[in-house]
Every structure is written in structure tokens, then in C-alpha cells.
């Protein structure tokens, strides 16, 4: 099996990749590649088709990162897997829904539509217009366009998102001030949305 872990940022993929390649020493039939994207639907796009271009098909991509609250429903520090990806695209919202592994996986991750902004969502404005037009829990600026690309190229793509932010008026304070903690466990629930997906793998064909 060939999995390949994205994020946008070196800071959210590192401790994954640290925490994985100590993982993958005890497991010899799973091959890790990791993709550091840059912010935005554009790097995200740009660098997931060059990515996924330039090896043999892999069996998974799994996009892991930080995003911003749309609901009440949905606190600092609590661990989010998306269920569908939406964007704007010429003024009305494109959806795309993953396939259905949520029943493999933690009751406790919360599920929901995840939306992803062309900006940074840092006021009750923004935040309102999204969730008047698709009814998304979270937002983030990379996801929609991962997914977009891995359908394409027909690889089955899963997100895990953890909230670090109520996209508003606070969102760099809480960010920041949380950045350390939120990573952390964005790095455990990572490793174990791996063993789940390695699991599940193994029940099928075993």
C-alpha cells in the first residue's frame, strides 16, 4: 500500500511525518510520501496534480491540517473528518462527497461539510455568507481542491481536520495561541486515522 499525507504547511506536516516514520519502521508493506502544499486552492491544486503525477497510483491520499469553526457545534481542539468538500466556483457552490469510509472510524470525530475559502476567514461577514449558502461546519483553503484532483485521478482522498479557530474577529489570536497543542493532536489523530484505514485494508482482504 502507497499513502500520501499533504497539509499546507510544514508546520502542521512535520510532527506527522516524524510520528508516521516511526510508525512505518513496524510495518513493512506501507509506503509513506508526504506533500507540503502552501496555503490556498491554487498551491493546493497546483502541487496535489504534480504530486500524484509523478508516481505510481496511490492508494490513498489523506490531507491533515488545521481549520476554522463555522458552527457552535464545532470547538477549539475538537478533531473534524469531513464528509463533503464545497467551494465557491463562478459565484455558486461546488460540492464534492467523499466516499463513505466515516463508518470505519471514531464516532467522537465530528462529520460535516467542509468549506474551502479563495481567503482567510477572519470575520462574522464571511463567515455568514458561508454558512447561508452551503451549510458547511468548517473551513479550510485547501481541501475542496485536494479532493478535486484525487477524484480525478480516481484516488480515494480522506481529510482530517482539527479546529483551531472560530473564523472571526479572533481567529489569529486563537490560532496562534493554540497552534502548539492543536498540532499535537493533529499528529495523534493522524496516526490513528492511519492504523484504522491499515485496519480496515486488512479485514478486506484478509
Not at 455568514?128 to 484525487?150: N, P, Q, W, Y
Not at 493554540?178 to 493533529?186: H, P, R, T
Request: glycine share 6%; charged share 20%.
Amino acid at each position: 500500500m502507497k499513502i500520501l499525507l499533504v497539509s499546507a504547511t510544514r508546520k502542521e506536516l512535520h510532527p506527522i511525518k516524524k510520528a508516521i516514520q516511526f510508525f512505518s519502521q513496524q510495518t513493512d508493506n506501507v509506503k509513506f510520501d508526504f506533500l507540503t502544499t502552501g496555503i490556498g486552492l491554487g498551491n493546493a491544486r497546483t502541487k496535489i496534480t504534480t504530486g500524484i503525477g509523478v508516481s505510481p497510483k496511490y492508494d490513498f491520499v489523506i490531507n491533515s491540517g488545521l481549520a476554522g469553526s463555522l458552527s457552535s457545534s464545532l470547538n477549539i481542539g475538537d478533531i473534524f473528518f469531513p464528509t463533503t468538500f464545497q467551494a465557491f466556483r463562478n459565484g455558486t457552490i461546488e460540492a464534492i462527497s467523499r466516499a463513505n469510509f466515516e463508518n470505519h472510524f471514531p464516532e467522537t470525530w465530528i462529520r460535516g461539510k467542509l468549506f474551502s475559502s479563495e481567503k482567510p476567514v477572519v470575520t462574522s461577514e464571511q463567515k455568514s455568507k458561508i454558512t447561508s449558502a452551503c451549510g458547511a461546519l468548517a473551513v479550510d483553503m485547501e481541501a475542496f481542491a485536494l479532493s478535486e484532483s484525487c477524484m480525478r485521478a480516481g484516488i480515494p482522498f480522506i481529510s482530517l481536520k482539527i479546529i483551531s479557530d472560530q473564523a472571526d474577529s479572533t481567529t489569529l489570536r486563537t490560532f496562534f495561541r493554540g497552534l502548539n497543542k492543536n498540532i499535537a493532536i493533529l499528529s495523534t489523530e493522524t496516526l490513528h486515522l492511519i492504523r484504522h484505514i491499515l485496519k480496515q485494508t486488512e479485514s478486506i482482504h484478509g
